[in-house]
Each structure stands twice: as structure tokens, then as C-alpha cells.
């Protein structure tokens, strides 16, 4: 009877709705359940009875997760019991009160557990409350995912600052974010319903991060006002029932610009009694906050620099604040100056913060943390580690990792980063000639410091799904587990969180691990390849392709890309000096053009087009293969997802495969504007003839138009033959059409069009007078990206019609109905035979 019940729990769970707010925490019944159930314990003892108190917490998570896997609610009880069957959770100290003493006892660090689970007695002891509940969680995580057998070890974190960032705007935006607005903040205040906050620091806890600075880097100064220190205080009482500490971003000038000063140099004693006097109002608060995080002189913001003095006065300064508090600073190394000069080949922003922060070792406070983007320039697809890691011997380091996908494809497209940060994580510095691994730095381990650790910036919203899409879930589940343990394999955690998230069928398992391990390759080769950065528009959404913009600025992104050569050259000998900036031996190796790995050739080396690869293809040949390459795999992901139909709730189902088909379209665009951009540059021809040579479309701008006329697109690679159509008015309908010179047959139909912000343009497609499809321009309500207002690589997709009956002599004909400032524009229509992606 049992069996029958859960098999049945299943099959409702499989087909009952899921939003994605439960995300790796659904507690779903295990398909083993019935054999399992007789073995768990009977009662839960938590020895704390204090709502607040992460223990108390982790007795009502054991009880709730219990009752969702298994279908039985325990009693949680704060007495100690002598019963035979029982889970006890308690803290070292309360746990040696109530039993004794226990062996292990002496292996605990700080917010480390103990879990011994045999048969029907488990035993989880923190050393401290947030222990506790870590064990619980992981307890938890292995029933979930029916490991139930008996198991004793001890679990210590990596590093003690595991904490998030998130980029929230007091209103209510976030900087960055694609998942909705802000938990945290509404119209210049904090929010009054703090539900949701609780349930992202339950689930964190479950990740074992302690901590989220909750406002932007770029930080508003009416943080600090009274009524949203008021609101910060509510915050961290919800948060802190899961030993989750709140923390915030401050504005350097706030002195001036929130406090009235004349000044905020930090060696005013004015200011800095200001500071002071500002952090003890909201330690008064919030007695646990975790701490400050600075953004100085950076991209606009105030610092130290202003008043010439240095950015360690600056971090100090606050440090001194934090201090009796028990306070941390967290103080970004992304500084740099965005003006520099393009035609100084010596001129490198990814020098900056080297030489910002390298002559101040030693000077940092000890409860300052320099906190360090995991490459020198910006979260791109590849960069190599940033020489900083290696070069502070007597200053806390931490790692800033992006778990919101700000230039890889910001939550549309699929892209598994903890391969990306594990190769960051593994590789190593070789400071002073020995093992020097980023992870062992951050970890403090490596230069014996006191602190160290990691900082995610994850931008969570209100979507139901946290991140605006289910799959890049795996991401912040990756992060907290890296985090706690960075020696973990990333298809491991991948699929620990496969299982939590959407079950046990083996070929979920299996195919949800393929798209993902195969994401961010793919995402490399359709992008940025062999180190030239995402190439995507860093100077507007950051999104889709522009290639182009990376160059003639003062951001510094440069790629250095002509006629007849592309790169950065950063070698000692005739560059700028970047490659100099790691310990010898990696120096050595970058510097060397012959022993820098290719993936990350144009990063150091300004070279040819034909310069060849160890591979043996030339460098713009690799560039054409590997996005055809990238993008092939992107369509293969549509078709794996749609293998799992029947096995993943139709919510989350549908939600993934309409992304899915973005990705697989999207991927094209970008496919076709990097090939494109670069055999025009290079006038060079692809091997294989690809670029530039699409047999199966029927370019819009040869149509006959009436109510549309052609436009050129600009940047003009992320149009077909650079040219689209747009309606002559934007209020009446335009049509295009033509009569099919294709050979008769099936074809999967594609239409390429522009989804811009501020209008909703209807199409219509018919075939021999038969409607084909219609749709509505309404994406940038369904996928969260950065919108765009023009016509451009992040506004291209497409919409594919698949199966469609077409003669020879056909009428094709497009009908766009502009909305708004959206001319229904139009780039061309596929005509693809079975197995074809053009
Ligand atoms: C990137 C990002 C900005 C952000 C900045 C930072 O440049 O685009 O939005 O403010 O990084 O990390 O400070």
C-alpha cells in the first residue's frame, strides 16, 4: 500500500505545476520512499526552542523536509531524549551539555558540522548554530536524493566569507538582474513583505552561504537613511533564523552627499567619526551585520583617490568602523580608469589592478577583504586568473564570481559556469615557485591570512524562478557548493542539483548533465573564442553580438582587431607587460606565444589572422568552425529538452524549452554576425564556404514591398546581408512577399525579425495562401534580458515553423503590423530542408 501511495505522490508531483520557487529544496517524495521510510528515526530533537536560532530552524527543516520525502511528520522536541530513534541537532556546546562529550568534537571549524547518520539515530552537531543547520541541510539533501546510507564525517568550509552580492537599486531594479525587481527594495525603500527574503536566505543557508549584501555596488546613499535602517534591521531578522548575515554597499561620498559634510577623505577625522558614528547606529539595528562592501573609485564612484589618498586609507577607514563589531570590509580591486587610450599599445586596463592594489600589500586592516573579479578585465567568457590573487601576500583576498550571466547570455541562453570557475579555482599562480592555487589563496590557506573567501553576485528577483530561468539554478547551487568546497567536480554538484530539482529518472539525469557540461563551451565557440573576450556589446546591453564596440573607447576591452591582425599584446617584450604581472613561471608562459594555451592566444598575443593554432587551423578559421560548431550545438539542446517531455512538469517544461528555442535561434545571430564581422574585416574566406553564403534564405529586402522598406541595420553584421525591413509608417501594416523558387518539399520555415522594447508588432506568415503561423514581438516581457530599442544582435531572433508543405512558385508573404516604436522589422526568412540549420 505504502509503494502504491508514493508512487502515486510521484506521479501527482511529475504533473502538478512547478514554479521554480522551491528550487532545489522540493523535499519530493522519493521513488524508494516506502522501502526507506521504516528506517528513519521517529522524533527530531533541536536543542534550541528560540525562533530565532538557526538550530530551531533546522528542527522545523528536518520535520518539513521529512514530512515531503517520506510522507511522515515527525515531533520536533528541544529536550533531549533517550529514545532509540531520534535526529538530534544541536550545537557543539548544547549537543556535549545534553550527551557528553564526542570524539570528534576537536575537528570542528567555525560553521563546520558534524553528521553521523546510522539506521535510526542521526546525530548533527555544529560547532556553531549555523553548523547545525548545514548538517540539517545536508542530512536533508541526502535523503532527498535516496542516499541513505550510513554515514560519519565531518564537513569544515573552505573559507569563512561565503556570501552573495546582489545588485539591487533602492527602486526596486536591479543592475544587471533578469529575473524581475528586487526582494528587497521598492520605491527608494526597503520592502515591506520580507517573505520572500527569508525563503532566498533558506534557500543560501541550504548552500551554506552566510551572507548577502543586499544593494548595488553602486551604491545610493539613502541606504543609510533612518527609515531604511529600520528596514535592514527587518531584513536581517528574517534572515538571521538561517544564519544568514546581512551586509551592505555604501557609497564612498556618502559623508557629503547623505551627511552634509564638506569631505569624505577618509583621513578627515570628521568623516571618519562620521563613519563611525553612522555604523554604530546600525550595529544598534542589526548587532550581527556582516559587513560593508566598497566599490572606490571605480567606473564613476567616489573614493579615496579624490584626495589623494590611498584606496587602503580609504578600506581602513571603514574597517575601523566595523571593528568592534566584529565587522568585515569587503573592498572590490575593480578599479580602473575607463579614459584610457587605444593608440598607446602600452596602455591595459587589465593592468589596473595591479597597480592599484599592488603596492599597498601589507597595508589593509586585518578585517579587510580585497575582493577580486576572477580575471582582470569583467566576468567574460574566458579570461585567464587575475595576477592580483598572486600578488597580495599580506592582504585577505577574495573571489568575485558572477552567478547572474551579465555577458553570457543573461539567463537566455544555457550556460553551466562552474567549469568556468573551476578552471579559475584549479589554476595555479606558482607565487614564489610553489603550489599557488586560487583556490588555496581565497581559502587564506596558501598566504596564512586570517580571512578569505568568496563573493557571488547572484540578482536574484522576484520571479517565481529566482533567476529567470529554472536551469541557470544550477548555477547558484554550484556557486554555495564551491564556495564550501571547491575541490568538488562541477558535473557532481551538477548533479546533486539535477536530482533535487527535477528527480531521479536516469534520463533526466543524463541529459540535463549533457546540454549543461556541453553549455558553456558551446557558449565560447558561438561568442568569444581563444581569449578575445564575449564580443558582445559592452557598451550598451551587454547581451548580443557587437564586436566592434569592444575597440576605440576608453573601457579598455579592446581586441586591437584590423584588416589583418587581432589581439592583445600583452607580452613584456613588446607589449604591455600584462603577462610580467604573474609569478615567472606563468609569466613564462604567456609570454611565450608557443606555450600560451590557445583558448587564450588573442588575450596575450596580438597575431595574424593566419596565424596558425596548435591545432593547425589559422586563427580566423578556427573562429568560422567554432561558431558553426557552437551554434550546432546549441540546436541540439532544443531536441534534448524536448526528449524529457512527460518526464519534467509541463510548467517547468514549457518554460525551459521556449528558452531553449531562443538560445537555439539567438546562437545563429550571433554565429552569423562574429563570422560575418571578421571575413569582412579580413577579407579572408572561409574553408568551407559558410560565411556570407546562405543558400536557403530569401533576404526580406528582396521581397516586394508594399508598407515596408529595407533599413540597414547597424552594427551591419547582425543583419543578412546587412539590410532589413521595416514598416514606412509606424502605424499601418506592411507586407512583403515572394513567390518560392525553392524546390518543392517540407522545409522547416525560419523567420529572423527584430523584438525591440517599447512596441508589441504582430506578424502574420502565410504560404500558397495558407496561414503558416502568427506571433506577437512580445519577448522582452517573456525572457529578461537587457531589451534593446533598435535593430541590432540583441534584439535578432527567430521563430521557426517546422514541417511546412511549400511548392516551387509559391507566394511567401510576410505581413508585420508595427506597435509602438516596433516597425515589425524583418531580416529574412529560411527555407530549410530536413537537418539543415542555416
Ligand atoms: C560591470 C557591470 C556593471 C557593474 C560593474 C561592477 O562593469 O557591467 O554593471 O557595476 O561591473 O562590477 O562594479
Redesign the pocket.
Known sequence: MRLFISALLLALRLVAAEDGSAAWLRYAPVPHAANTSRITPSEIVALNSTKSSPVYTAGQELQRGIAGIFGRKLNVSAQASSALSTIVVGTLETFTDAYGDFDEAEDLEEDGFFLCATGDKVVIVGQNERGALYGAFEYLSRLAQGHISSVSFISNPSAPIRWTNE?DNLDGSI??GFAGPSIFFRNGFVVDNVTRVAEYARLLASIRINGIIIN???ADVQVLSARNIEGLARLADVMRPYGVQLGISLNFASPEDFGKLNSYDPLDPKVDAWWANVTNQIYAKVPDMAGYLV?AN??GQAGPLTYNRTLADGANMFARAVEPYGGVVMF?A?VYDNHINETDWKADRANAQLEFFQNLDGKFNDNVVVQI?YGPI??QVREPASPLFSALHHTNTAI?LQITQ?YLGQQCHLVYLAPLWKEILEFDLRADGRPSKVKDIVSSERFNRPLGGYAG?VNVGTNSTWLGSHLAMSNLYAYGRLAWDPSLESEAILQDWIRLTFGFDQKVLNTITDMSMKSWPAYENYSGNLGIQTLTDITYT?FGPNPASQDNNGWGQWTRADKFSIGMDRTVNNGTGNAGNYPPEIANMYENIETTPDNLLLWFHHVPYTQRLKSGKTVIQHFYDAHYEGSAVAQTFVKQWESLKGKVDMERYEHVLFRQVFQAGHSLVWRDSINEFYHNLSEIPDDLRRVGNHPYRLEAEDMRLVGYKPYSVSPFETASGYTAIVTTSNSSVGVATANITFASGTYDVAVNYYDLIGGKAQYHLEIGNRTIGAWTGDLEDKLGHTPSIYLDGHSATRITFKGVEVRRGNMVKITGQPNGIEPAPIDYISFLPPGIVD
Open positions: 545588485w543592475e544587471r548595488n555596488v553602486n566599490k571605480s567606473e572590490r575593480f573579479k569583467d566576468f568575485e551579465e553576485v551587454h
